[in-house]
DNA sequence: TATTAGCACTCTTGGCTTCTGAGTGCCAAA
DNA sequence: TTTGGCACTCAGAAGCCAAGAGTGCTAATA
């Protein structure tokens, strides 16, 4: 074994021990628990250099090391090896997955609870996006007057709706006939392509008057629009507090404020999708201060992506301590994500 | 001034000062802070008979004292002043309040936060109580083969709806014609008197097969079963990280535990609901061990009322620490009602 | 009887010191 | 390049002490 390679497998052994003991690692100790054929003196070299790399640090001078969020980069990407979770853990998360659920934002919400539970972190699903996904019906019912329900079909079979207000002497009759014109001319297009403009020329040829049509049509549109928005659910909050990790409390306080904005979490979640290079069953892993998010500095990220049918997606993972089993979190993404994606097949076959 | 008037006057001081230091009171800082026309001695008489009494506890012997939950509850009762908001505290909670939502739980949410923002504890929002609102409208829409919306008009405009699985072959005609009959003849039903028998009862005369029927019959059922359930709303749990009472990493710990298991607290909501006994616009007050939720020991409900329409109506409040300044929370609850109350009156009117 | 001054006693809190142990860096030898 | 050895560092635990806020009790007083 070459110098470099047992350097590397030095910051794996830091890595791994540090994850688990949360104790910064001397080099004494390292030997004890892992077998290397050099001496404890040797090892101090090696983390003396691990330490000019980057990749590791001392919390004070006479503290053994920790990884850096440059160590923790180096093990995500080329040290770590992801095993398979055990049949006994592919069960305890089956087992918390309610296959009797038919709508898929229940469903994520169920995948949502049932992934903090088994990794004990805090579990983040977005829902999917469908701003590039399109509109197969559209109805508008009348539930009282001045008030109607917006319904949209979207592909693959994702309803979406919404209260709106309509001219209240606006009859049953006027409103099915805007409803079937702009269903007719909206059939099968992109949500992100209708415009007003797409909405006004739709109900050119009804024989409504301009000032009722309007208010339905602003209606109908801002109904679309909503349609598309991105939520998210983050669930396991508290989990953080059992965390060593968070014991401070200001890192604790710090942390669930930022968390309480899930506005902002969904946000950020967005931006580094765009950014993602790899295909849909690849991981995003972000870690420590590669998360631009206040009070975040020592979580890392892991998302994913789930599938609804073949072109609408959205994302799925976990929020937890840097120092957390990358290997281990990552399989039980993993296995929930496979068991979502099953189970939309399952309701759109 | 009677002995016991000032007794209660005492009592009355120690809980207010409690409230605002959060520091045991000692009889010589109850002097410093009101002006009692006494010495301290006499209030230490005083306060040595309200402990006998079970209003107020040492912490250890050469501490002040602190307000018992009993003590608590005394002042809750009879001790309290609720005073009014004022105009800038009333504007920024209307602020707060965004006055374009049309849909009732969007409403609520946007309340919830609102009250957890403005009392900087965790507001608690219960949706609405449906079970004794009437089926106005039912429409069961064809999504794609195998997929239909049920949609329900409830009173007072409330609108619920879930997709349910049908059978593949049931036509868009077929499906038309038992939604129909279901409509007609369950119209104006209370939701807790509808049942599966009801539902056979009403499509009788179709021409349907009865294996085709059944389905949709069932979960038409399970759509209008799942209509009444009682959502809750918390927000703002890292809140009480900020606050002193949970600064013991222990507590907060169990607190936020159980506060995420939002089905048991709305649960209880609903329990304590039942045993209400004043009208819509009182207030149900529980402190301390009263509440039923493990971790909650340290903590205080306050809850009441909102409506929609006449029948229709759900809870609002929120859950802060046994020491919290009650006057002021109360008529922030208050104020939040009030503006929910009549935005809603807005939507429906 | 109700109130008050005085006093001895209690207990937490915060500051200080000391001690211990795990860990480091570096040097000289292998 | 590796190793044994050694002096040095520093956080954290433990122990100690003094200060301060508060109490209960007693005896005197209105």
Redesign the pocket.
Same mark, same amino acid.
């Given at each position: 074994m070459s110098?470099e390679d047992?350097k590397m497998k030095v910051l794996q052994a830091i890595v791994d021990d540090y994850v688990t003991t949360n !104790?910064?690692? *001397?080099?004494? #100790?390292l030997i004890e628990r892992h077998n290397f054929?050099? #001496? #404890? $003196?040797?090892?101090?070299?090696?983390? $003396?250099e691990l !330490?000019k790399m980057g990749l590791i640090e001392?919390?004070?001078?006479? $503290? *053994?090391?920790i990884p850096s969020d440059r160590g923790y980069r180096e093990y995500v990407d080329s040290l770590m090896t992801v095993d398979q979770l055990t049949e006994a853990e592919r069960e305890d998360i089956s087992k918390r997955i309610d296959t009797t659920i038919f709508e898929a934002r229940d469903l994520l919400k169920n995948a949502s609870a049932a992934l903090s539970e088994t990794t004990g972190l805090v579990s983040l699903v977005m829902t999917p996006r469908l701003a590039g996904s399109s509109l197969l019906q559209l109805k508008i019912l009348m539930i009282e007057p001045g008030k109607a329900l917006v319904v949209m079909v979207l592909s693959a079979g994702v309803v979406k709706d919404k209260v709106v207000r309509i001219p209240n002497f606006l009859t049953p009759e006027q409103l099915k006939e805007i409803s079937d014109s702009v269903e007719k001319s909206l059939n099968g297009k992109p949500l992100d392509e209708i415009t007003l403009v797409t909405l006004a020329t739709s109900v050119k040829e009804t024989k409504i008057p301009d000032s009722l049509l309007n208010q339905v049509l602003y209606e109908t549109y801002t109904a679309i629009k909503q349609a598309d928005k991105l939520d998210v659910f983050l669930e396991g909050e508290h989990n953080m507090l059992k965390l060593p990790d968070f014991s401070e409390l200001k890192r604790a306080q710090s942390l669930l404020g930022t968390l309480s904005h899930d506005g902002m979490v969904a946000g950020y979640v967005n931006e580094i999708e765009k950014e993602k290079t790899g295909g849909d069953d690849t991981y995003m892993i972000r870690i420590g201060q590669e998360i631009a998010l206040e009070g975040l500095e020592d979580c890392s990220f892991i998302t994913t992506t789930y599938k609804i049918g073949d072109t609408i997606s959205g994302n799925i993972g976990v929020i937890g301590p840097k120092r957390m089993d990358y290997s281990k979190v990552i399989s039980q993404i993993d296995f929930v994500r496979y068991k979502i994606n099953e189970q939309i097949k399952n309701i759109n076959g």
């Open positions: 110098v047992r !104790e910064p690692v *001397g080099s004494k #100790s054929p050099v #001496s #404890s $003196a040797t090892l101090r070299n090696d983390m $003396a !330490e001392k919390p004070h001078t006479s $503290a *053994g090391r």
